[in-house]
């Protein structure tokens, strides 16, 4: 799949939320970037080797398809809807059959459109030198968002549990 269909699916998805639904999502997000904030914190060195020693090198050549998914998008726009406009301006430009630098760089070379805690997943959790003081931070945030794929996978079976009940008449 490519980017634009899990961004439309994500933005889709949100929309049509019952408000209890919203209420969970909106913690779970929470919870996932106080958990980013707390590996930016503990991982603030080997940061300052990603910024001044490879200076990105991981956001060039890639494919952006194992980097974001359906799940990181869902997280970003409930965390900053304000994102959605330029998100998708640069979802324009994505060429989903080759690899290539990432196209949310800002003009193409950086920084990131993301802000600092409101990244995607495998962004967040990928180091070009030793990771080993945040491991513990690493494997919080990984939980977090493993909570956040399975609420999204449960979604369409809670949805449909609602329907069934409002047939039957049961509340």
Known sequence: MSLGYHFKKARKTLRSLAPADRCALDN???????????????????????????RGRCCRNLDLDAVLGFPDFVYILTMENGLADQMAACLESESALFIADCIFLENGTGPCIFPRGVMPEVCMTTFCGDETPAKREIRQLK???????W??????VRVFLRYLSGLT???
Not at 151 to 156: D, E, I, N, Q, R
């Open 169 to 171: 008449g049961k509340k």
């Open 28 to 54: 779970l997000c929470r919870d996932i970037q106080q958990a980013e904030e707390n590996l930016l914190e503990t991982a603030a060195d080997a940061l300052v080797t990603c910024r001044t020693a490879c």
């Open 143 to 149: 939980w977090k968002f493993f909570r956040l794929n």
């Open 151 to 156: 609420f999204l996978g449960t979604l369409k």
